[in-house]
T-cell receptor, first 120, second 109 residues
């Protein structure tokens, strides 16, 4: 159980292109989805948190107009990198968390397999 | 000082050995502790998820949490070449997950 599918796995495109990445929870309802960025040999850096039906919360330093996040349903969130430039090249990973039990958000996050984005 | 400290390795051990991976943390707000395994070019896969101090066992994996020392460990018994990966500790408090840098592990056949 707890499968998260991320698509596409690899994108190579020209500078100035907008790229959309999809994240789907296949066998559970994801009330919260997270988007991370990972540089080579470094840990995951949280970019934003999105709850179904509401606006995403972005981490400090992440441009919300650059990285558009939509979480329209309990099983789908999308990240759109707008007008991508070479410095946006990275490994983007989404995760999803199911409905919490009790007053605390204690469900673990389950991750997709990531999208390697290369901007030429 | 980082909130979560993890030795990046690399760590190489022979097949069949017991592997010990560790993280320390400084934030007392962390309540939930996880270990993820990440293969190259893949997303992290949840291995262990614990809340309280003590040990939790799942097959060849044992997670250990010592909240008084702010120290967590993951032990892998009878290590296999397929265990070669990067292991990330992660901790949650106030709804955010904070990761260690990951330890790259290689099991030598």
């Amino acid at each position: 159980g707890a499968v998260v599918s991320q698509h596409p796995s690899r994108v190579i495109c020209k500078s100035g292109t907008s790229v959309k990445i999809e994240c789907r929870s296949l066998d559970f309802q994801a009330t919260t989805m997270f988007w991370y960025r990972q540089f080579p040999k470094q840990s995951l850096m949280l970019m934003a948190t999105s709850n179904e039906g509401s606006k995403a919360t972005y981490e400090q330093g992440v441009e919300k107009d650059k990285f558009l996040i939509n979480h329209a349903s309990l099983t789908l969130s999308t990240l759109t990198v707008t007008s991508a430039h070479p410095e946006d090249s990275s490994f983007y990973i989404c995760s999803a968390r199911g409905r919490s039990r009790g007053p605390y958000s204690n469900q673990p996050q389950h991750f997709g397999d990531g999208t390697r984005l290369s901007i030429l | 000082q980082k909130e979560v400290e993890q030795d990046p390795g690399p760590l190489s051990v022979p097949e069949g050995a017991i592997v010990s991976l560790n993280c320390t943390y400084s934030n007392s707000a962390f309540q939930y502790f996880m270990w993820y395994r990440q293969y190259s070019r893949k997303g992290p896969e949840l291995l262990m998820y614990t809340y309280s101090s003590g040990n939790k066992e799942d097959g060849r994996f044992t997670a250990q949490v010592d909240k008084s020392s702010k120290y967590i460990s993951l032990f892998i018994r009878d290590s296999q070449p397929s265990d070669s990966a990067t292991y990330l500790c992660a901790m949650m408090g106030n709804e955010k997950l904070t990761f260690g840098t990951g330890t790259r592990l290689t099991i030598i056949p």
